[in-house]
């Protein structure tokens, strides 16, 4: 059975900095990487095709510089990549990239399962997934923590606020992870060598016959800042037993802790 | 603008949205619906018309494909509904099935979606959400331009509206829904815990650095001398499940304002720190005199937690 795979590509988020004066985030500069649940995801469609064959391609939709970034995807043991490349698709609404990623999905040709992170890892707004299963008008399973593909059904169990469900539906169908379902394996230099000569198709979004312009705008952003956040910062490196009773003494004089 | 249309699996979190609906409707004149799937329809949409909605909306013909979860079949039910309340605003609760749930009824609807809003204000006539971006390290300010917007909000955001005079209807819609091609084979229940850890005054959180699930007692321990709880960080709970997931500090866990939060092994990444961001005094302990987590302290201890957390709870004694 063959796979895809929808990976983001994405800021690492821990090399982002917030401008002091206006609170916002420093995006300029900051290494790109895949989500880590889109990992999560590429992990459980590999291990898919290594227990049960058939192929496994990654769809993305964002920058240039997704060329570079996917070939983390692809040495995890992806097979080939669909890469839709446009300035604008870099933090796009998700009701463009589900529309986008779903033209991409109909060149690829035949699959049983497309796979999603619950969440990106900069947005994490959980919606790429469900819309992309009613624009394909396909069943989905969100949240799943485990997947089985058996007698051309997947069984999967999804972990709901107050229980696991154990669910069943034919294929093909759309899948959202958990990051508990597993844990995605760091490639090898080799595989990260190898990774650039694996098959990618770059197109335009108008290659899919979708005009970015056109598309009506939903959601507006009218700010994104970093709270006030203002913490003492006070350390003590002394050994144990001094560190602990200056902490204390610390935490009585601010009233944090009662005293004894 | 049109009416409010409230849904959510939890109904709890459905009273806590009548509570903002009312309040949006009586600043813009929408009125307030619900509508109410599951078992115990009948009772259940009661409830709804005793807290101010004037009209709840439960399934009639077709209601098997609604007794499971279907996230097509209840979107479609949705959409339906929707459309008969003349709603432009679909508020459903976020919990897992509400999050699954929105992306795809908004699709259906053409609208526009918010997940996580854990604000909603109203503001030079729109209507703002709030909810955290870049992992919890920004709150992103949002509104829909779309004609419909589905939102789904965070429980706990806002207060349940009060009981009222009930005065509304209870409205059987006959549905058509597709087949349901999701089926059920087992559920099993979660071991509910009986703590809160979003309420607790004092929060002892434990991290990777606690190193085995044999330690989790010198963080109750620790907890106990504080006289508060413990909670863990997301892979302390999902990959080691040393502690039960009610416990989760973060992103994806429980948002807490404790006064006192002692972080033993945490590392500090964003997805944690917004769990404890509204904490009023911030404690960290670890190893690593470079991590992360001392930047968001008020008090760093830069040691082992085996040997700072018996000692600080021998303190205290
Ligand atoms: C979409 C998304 C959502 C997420 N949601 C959450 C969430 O809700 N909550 C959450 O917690 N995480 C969440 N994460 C994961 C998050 O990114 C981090 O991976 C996680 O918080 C790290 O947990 P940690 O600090 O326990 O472990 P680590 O990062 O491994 O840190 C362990 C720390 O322990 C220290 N240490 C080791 N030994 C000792 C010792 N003996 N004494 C003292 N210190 C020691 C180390 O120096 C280190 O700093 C999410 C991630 C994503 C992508
Ligand atoms: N631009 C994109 N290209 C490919 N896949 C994406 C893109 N954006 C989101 N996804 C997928 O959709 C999931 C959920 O994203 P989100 O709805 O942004 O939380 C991610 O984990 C990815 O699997």
Redesign the interface.
């Known amino acids: 059975m063959n796979s895809i795979v929808c990976v983001k590509q994405t800021v690492d ?2 090399q ?1 900095r ?1 401008r002091k004066e206006t609170r916002e ?1 420093i995006m300029e500069n900051v290494p790109l990487t895949i989500g880590d649940i889109d990992k999560n995801a590429v992990e459980a469609a590999v291990r898919l095709k290594e227990s049960g064959g058939g192929k496994v391609t990654l769809v993305s939709a964002g920058s240039e510089d997704l060329e570079e970034t996917i070939k983390e995807g692809l040495a995890m043991g992806a097979d080939e990549a669909v890469l839709v490349v446009d300035r604008k698709l870099d933090g796009a ?3 463009v990239v ?1 529309t986008v990623l779903a033209k991409a999905i109909a060149k690829v040709g035949e699959y049983g399962l497309i796979l999603l992170g619950e969440g990106s ?11 992309l ?3 394909l008008d396909l ?5 799943a923590r485990s997947i089985e593909v058996a007698g051309g059904k997947l ?1 999967a169990v ?13 294929l093909p ?1 759309v899948v ?1 992870v ?3 379902i597993n ?1 995605a394996r760091i490639p090898a230099v080799t595989q990260i060598l190898k990774a650039g000569r694996k098959p990618k198709e770059v197109l335009a979004p108008a290659d899919l016959g979708a005009d970015l312009a056109a598309l ?12 006030l ?1 203002e ?7 002394e050994d ?2 001094t ?3 200056k ?2 003494s ?2 009585q004089a ?1 009233g ?2 009662g005293r ?1 | 603008m049109g009416q409010i249309l409230i849904f959510s699996e ?1 109904d709890n979190t459905g009273f806590e949205l009548v509570g903002k609906g009312l309040e949006i409707g009586s600043a813009t004149g929408a009125a307030v619906a619900a509508a109410v799937f599951g078992t115990d329809v009948a009772d259940r949409a009661n409830e709804y018309l005793n807290r101010g909605v004037k009209k709840v909306y439960i399934p009639g013909a077709g209601k098997e494909a609604l007794e499971t ?4 079949a209840y ?1 479609e039910a949705l959409a339906q509904i929707t459309a008969k309340a003349e709603a432009t605003l679909v508020m459903m609760g976020c ?3 509400g ?6 009824l ?3 609807l053409g ?6 809003v854990n604000g909603v204000r109203l503001e030079d006539g729109r209507i ?1 959400y709030s ?5 919890g ?10 004609p419909v917007a589905v939102v789904s909000v965070m429980p706990a955001t806002f207060e349940q509206a009060p009981k009222v005079m009930p005065g509304g209807d209870c409205v059987a819609v006959d549905f058509s829904i597709k087949p349901v ?10 071991t ?1 815990e009986s703590v809160d850890i979003a309420e607790a005054k004092t929060l002892v959180c434990v991290g990777m650095g606690l190193g085995g699930v044999e330690k989790v007692a010198l963080a109750e321990e620790l907890a106990k001398a ?1 006289g508060g709880e413990v909670g863990g960080s ?1 892979p302390v709970i ?2 080691q499940k040393w502690l039960p997931e009610a416990r989760m500090i973060g ?1 994806s866990g429980k948002k807490c304002k404790p ?2 939060t002692v972080c033993l092994g945490v590392s500090g ?3 944690f720190m917004v769990g404890i ?1 509204e904490a ?4 960290a302990v670890n190893t690593d ?1 470079n991590a ?1 987590i ?11 937690l085996n ?2 957390a018996p ?2 709870a021998a ?3």
């Open positions: 988020l821990q982002i917030i985030p609404e998700s009701f589900a890892a900069d947005n994490y707004s959980g919606q790429v997934g469900p819309r299963a009613e624009l069943p989905l399973v969100a949240f069984k999804r972990n709901m606020d107050d229980c696991l469900e154990a669910v069943e539906c034919d169908a959202t958990l990051s508990e844990e009506d705008q939903k959601v507006q952003t009218l700010a994104n800042i970093a709270p956040q913490r003492k910062q006070i350390m003590f490196k144990a037993d560190a602990v009773a902490l204390l610390a935490l601010d944090a802790v004894y | 939890n979860f279907d996230a097509a979107a919990t897992r099935r999050k699954e749930l929105a992306g795809r908004a699709e259906k609208a526009g979606c918010v997940n996580d703002v909810r955290y971006a870049l992992g390290m920004t709150v992103c300010s949002q509104t829909v331009v779309a091609r999701v089926r059920l084979v087992e559920r099993q229940a979660k509910t504080l997301k999902t990959d992103l006064q006192l990444q964003v997805q961001r009023k005094t911030i404690v005199e992360t001392f930047q968001y302290a008020d008090y760093g201890i830069v040691g082992d040997e700072v000692k600080l303190l205290l004694k």
